[in-house]
């Protein structure tokens, strides 16, 4: 439990307001402290007369508490904290003459926070607070893991896409190719037949050498768009 806490001027060691939430000489206690602090130590803490006594230096001011045996240096020096915070929003410009009469108005925040770092079940509120803040951070950690592992499954995936889009191009060069070694092999006996058929027909109708060779084109026209394959202006996507 917190006892008594307590504002002064590190300079001069002047007090500028404090507060007590139990009987004692803890005023005359902690201006003892006060004299053995070391400038040159932001935080330290004291046992003294059966009392712990914890100090934080910033700013030119000195923040101290008295507390009991039970509580702990980090519950001790957390209302230290919150006690300068509170002290330099409320006193922005703080200043060397800074007397006492200025700070009236902090006494009411040190009852108030006294008050509440005193609470016994300030422990276990600040204990499931962290475990909250322990469970939200381990969620994040299995979200980020669950995003790399689905960013390395999205990128084999467009690897493999990648794969097959060449092999799906290769596969239709081949299969150019192969139309076109048919389309050669079926053309071949039709021009056979035509050469065969133009020669009966150059002996047999020798005037008629224009006629025929017409005949020669319309015959090899009608082959090469019969035999031509089909699928020859297919394009992959």
């Not at 006494?107 to 909250?132: F, H, P, R, T």
Request: proline share 3%; net charge negative.
């Amino acid at each position: 439990m917190l006892l008594f806490g307590l504002v002064s001027r590190a300079e001069d060691e002047e007090v500028l307001c404090y507060h007590s939430l139990q009987e004692g000489d803890f005023l005359t206690l902690a201006e003892d402290v006060l004299a053995k602090i070391n400038p040159s130590v932001d935080r330290m803490s004291y046992v003294y007369e059966k009392h712990m006594f914890h100090c934080l230096l910033a700013g030119g001011l000195i923040y101290l508490c008295v507390a009991d045996d039970k509580t702990s240096r980090k519950v001790a020096h957390s209302f230290l904290d919150d006690c300068r915070k509170t002290f330099e929003k409320m006193y922005p410009e703080v200043k060397r003459n800074l007397r006492s009469s200025d700070c009236n108005d902090f006494e009411n925040v040190l009852k108030e926070k006294l008050g509440l770092y005193s609470d016994e079940n300030y422990g276990s509120k600040m204990k499931a607070i962290q475990n909250e803040l322990s469970k939200v951070r381990d969620i994040m950690v299995d979200n980020v893991e669950r995003l790399v592992e689905r960013g390395e499954a999205i990128e084999n995936l467009v690897e493999r896409s990648g794969e097959l889009e060449s092999q799906g191009r290769g596969f239709h060069r081949s299969a150019r190719e192969l139309a076109s070694h048919m389309w050669i092999e079926r053309l071949k006996p039709v021009i056979l037949i035509v050469v065969v058929v133009v020669a009966l027909m150059l002996l047999i109708f020798k005037p008629l050498w224009l006629l025929m060779l017409m005949a020669i084109v319309v015959v090899l026209a009608i082959g090469f768009y019969y035999f031509k394959p089909r699928f020859e202006g297919y394009q992959p996507v």
